[in-house]
């Protein structure tokens, strides 16, 4: 082809390419970021909870004052299935991104054969040795390089968040576990304490109704209540060696129903609300990755407009041969091409406007999730410091009410061992103290079971999202 010929085609590729990019059309990234905003604008500018003053905890570990938590959180970050999975993920995000990344460099080949040639009328095997190097490459003029490298990013962004999700979510999972089982360890001594005076108060039962003090009903109900407080220990018993096993399943180890745990559980953490909601949305990985769903659901939608843009690609090979090796260090007997080419699609029977369509739904749904994600988030903080309080005044009320408890047993006691009350008054009272026990113990689980909820609600430890 002369250079004549080749100005022609050139200019006829141009002409074919601006026609159809006159009757194409993109939204731009602006407009979908002002309905991203439009979203965060509905958001309350204040919290219905009073501010505090104190400041969030810089990290999990430092949430509450308890070296074996701590302990065993840096192990769960390390060991963690979920965790694990979740950097495998962003791995394979970061992989992707720079295969996208690629496409803005030439591919470049190489071959070479060899071959036995005869004729065949006259068998006379000879060889026929070729090599080759082509080069190909898509310049991405009309930007779905630059698109396909956006989508990557986004991906990336999405699974880079999760990854810290997923991180904070576990740490959650491993203190509420382990409170969980601190709680459990003091239930368990309070019903071995109970079967314990049931035990002693069945002894002197049995003797008063020996000696024809008391009925036989009053001994069997003693008897009774000694069978159920044996029964609630074993459960207890069990429940703690379940609640172990989790544990250190969720932490990385085989099942262990010894795990060892504080005897105590850890004081309440100085946790308040001390930022604003809007400061809340740069903290929370959830809200991130949401925000980078958007953007590559955006990507898929302009992969959708630009379905039938044109393509344009430009390659090129040098090869040669011989049928001797000799020949193929013999640069005559080389030949070189290059080449252009430029493609687009005319007409696809509305398979473009449907790909749209769809593209759009999905960034929709996107936009939706968002919105949700921001609502819920806001429900998360001001519920959970709500929560907070309210344990805290139920905790102050059982307060109250074990101290009074108390006392109220201790007279019963006395009573019984004067002959002036049955043993039904005194095992009545005795459920009442362990019923306030137990709730003033639970609700202590439940404070710092909220506490961890709404850290996690505040986005875990305050590392800005990238």
């Not at 006829?12 to 970021?33: K, N």
């Not at 703690?240 to 005897?263: F, K, M, T, W, Y």
Request: a negative charge; charged letters at 25%; proline letters at 3%.
């Amino acid at each position: 082809m002369n250079k004549s010929a080749m100005n022609k085609c050139l200019a006829a590729l141009l002409l074919t390419s601006t026609l159809v990019l006159t009757g194409c059309q993109t939204t731009p990234f602006e407009m979908v970021l002002d309905e991203q905003q439009a979203l965060e604008t509905r958001l309350p500018k204040t919290w219905q909870t009073t501010l505090g003053q104190g400041e969030i905890p810089q990290s999990w570990p430092t949430l509450f004052d308890d070296p074996l938590l701590a302990k065993y959180m840096r192990e769960a970050e390390s060991r963690n299935p979920d965790i694990g999975r979740s950097v495998i993920r962003l791995r394979q995000a970061k992989a992707a991104l720079r295969e996208s990344r690629s496409i803005l460099l030439p591919i470049v080949r190489s071959d070479a054969s060899i071959a036995g040639v005869t004729g065949l009328t006259d068998f006379d095997l000879r060889d026929s040795y070729s090599d080759g190097l082509s080069a190909s490459w898509d310049p991405g003029l009309f930007g779905r390089n630059k698109i396909e490298i956006n989508g990557a990013e986004s991906l990336l962004d999405v699974s880079r968040a999760n990854q810290e999700r997923i991180r904070r979510v576990v740490m959650a999972q491993v203190a509420r576990a382990y409170i969980q089982i601190i709680e459990t360890d003091y239930q368990l001594r309070l019903a071995q304490d109970n079967l314990d005076f049931i035990g002693e108060t069945l002894r002197i039962s049995e003797a008063r109704f020996n000696a024809g003090d008391i009925a036989r009903d009053q001994f069997a109900l003693a008897q009774l209540e000694t069978a159920n407080a044996e029964a609630n220990v074993a459960s207890l018993e069990l429940s703690a060696r379940n609640l172990r096993r989790s544990l250190a399943i969720l932490i990385g180890h085989s099942p262990d129903a010894g795990l060892e745990v504080a005897s105590t559980l850890p004081a309440p953490a100085n946790l308040e609300l001390s930022i604003l909601p809007a400061e809340v949305l740069g903290r929370r990985f959830d809200v991130a990755a949401s925000r980078a769903r958007i953007a590559s659901s955006f990507t898929a939608f302009q992969q959708a407009e630009r379905l039938n843009w044109p393509s344009v690609a430009l390659s090129g090979r040098l090869s040669g041969g011989g049928l001797a090796i000799d020949d193929l260090f013999d640069l005559d007997g080389y030949l070189a091409n290059l080449g252009a080419s430029l493609a687009s699609t005319l007409f696809d029977g509305g398979r473009k406007d449907a790909r749209i369509d769809s593209a759009r739904a999905g960034l929709d749904e996107a936009l939706l999730n968002y919105d949700e994600i921001l609502r819920e988030a806001m429900l998360d903080v001001e519920s959970g410091f709500d929560r907070i309080a309210a344990a805290r005044r139920s905790l102050e009320a059982l307060e109250r009410g074990s101290a009074a408890a108390d006392k109220a047993l201790e007279l019963e006691k006395i009573k019984y061992d004067l002959g002036e009350s049955i043993i039904l008054d005194v095992l009545t009272v005795q459920r009442r103290v362990n019923a306030i026990l137990a709730s003033y113990i639970s609700t202590q689980r439940r404070l710092l079971d909220a506490q961890i909820d709404t850290y996690l609600a505040l986005g875990g430890e305050p590392v800005p999202i990238q």
